[in-house]
Every structure is written in C-alpha cells, then in structure tokens.
C-alpha cells in the first residue's frame, strides 16, 4: 500500500543525484595558466591570465557565489569584466579582450579568459552550477607589467593608481560591498 507515495521519492532521488552530477568543474592551474572544464556539454582546455607578480590568485576550492553578464571593474578604471563568474569576495573569472597576454600572469588576481570561451563558461554555469578548484603555483620570474624595482610594487600603484589594502590583491571592503571586482 505505501508503495505509490515511496515510488516518486526513490524518483526524486535519482534525479537530483543526477543533476548533482551534472556540475560544470572548472581547475585553474596557476602552473601552466590554463584551465580545465568538464561539463555535461565536454570536455575543455583553454588558456589563462591570472595574478601578476605583486597580485595573488586565491588557491583552493570554491562555488561561484555570483554572476554578471558584464561586469566593470570600479577598482580598476571601470574596466569591463564580460561573463563574470564570481567566486571569492571580488575575484571573478571573466572574459577579457587582452587575448595576447592569455597563457602567463597578466591580471589584478581574476582568471581571464578569451570573450567566446568565457561566454561558454557562463553559459555552463549558468545551466549546471559549478565547482572551481585552483592550484599550482605562478611561474616564477614574471614580471608582466609590474615595477621590478620598490620590491614587487604593484603595476597599478606605480601609474600613480592607488593600491588598496596595500596592493598584493588585497580586497578592497568599501569597493567590493559596492561591486569593485579585481580584473
């Protein structure tokens, strides 16, 4: 007799054990500045930008905690963020339209993309959710448009920018609680 109302929980059940399933994994690599994606759409592999010297990725796993179509950057000179997945405080993994520099450290502290593989990205999280996972460690040596010389003085501090938190991708609190984002 109990039979029909236990027959749609079991399911129920196998359903969203099937949807938990269908999550988009995103692994940065800081090592070799690519990122690898499985989702239910495929299997990706794309090239990088992240943090320069004096800036920091955060390392470790993450959710996305939110997304924006077009984000700009308030810290940063309202620069565009396109397909901003964020996923700590004022870090995202976005688009970006300085595709030469993909593949070595370039950025504020977010993950860059190409346009096209960002907007697929978006899209993937956008239907499935996803789970970002970042290790590695950034190559050594790079020193992609940062002052060498005032011990690692951030690029943005020395154009005359200000550095909050003392530059080394510190989080802004007043611009982040406003929508600061990094780049």
Same mark, same amino acid.
């Given at each position: ?19 938990? +399933? ?6 940065? +690599? ?11 759409? &495929? ?11 004096? $800036?920091?990725?955060? @390392?470790?796993?993450? =959710?996305?905690? &939110?997304?924006?179509?077009?984000? $700009?950057? @308030? ?27 993909? &593949? ?16 697929m990205l978006y899209q993937m999280v956008q239907n ?14 790079? $020193?992609?448009?940062? =002052? @060498? ?5 951030? $690029?943005?501090?020395?154009? &005359? ?17 406003f929508g600061g984002g990094y780049d």
């Amino acid at each position: 007799m109990r039979f029909p109302v236990i027959a749609p929980a079991i399911v129920l059940l196998f359903a969203a054990t099937g949807a938990a +399933n269908a999550t988009a994994h995103i692994h940065i +690599n800081l090592s070799t500045q690519t990122m690898h994606v499985q989702s239910s759409s &495929g299997s990706y592999s794309w090239p990088v930008s992240t943090a320069r010297a004096g $800036y920091s990725t955060p @390392r470790g796993s993450f =959710a996305p905690t &939110g997304l924006q179509a077009m984000h $700009y950057s @308030r810290k940063y000179h309202m620069s565009p963020m396109p397909h901003s997945i964020f996923f700590r405080g004022g870090y995202a993994i976005h688009g970006s339209y300085e595709t030469g520099m993909l &593949g070595r450290p370039a950025s504020h502290g977010c993950v860059r993309l190409s346009p096209g593989h960002a907007a697929m990205l978006y899209q993937m999280v956008q239907n499935e959710g996803g789970r970002i996972s970042i290790g590695g460690a950034p190559p050594r040596g790079h $020193y992609y448009g940062s =002052a @060498r010389h005032g011990g690692g003085v951030a $690029y943005a501090a020395s154009r &005359g920018r200000q550095s909050y938190g003392g530059g080394r991708g510190t989080p802004d609190p007043f611009a982040l609680f406003f929508g600061g984002g990094y780049d």
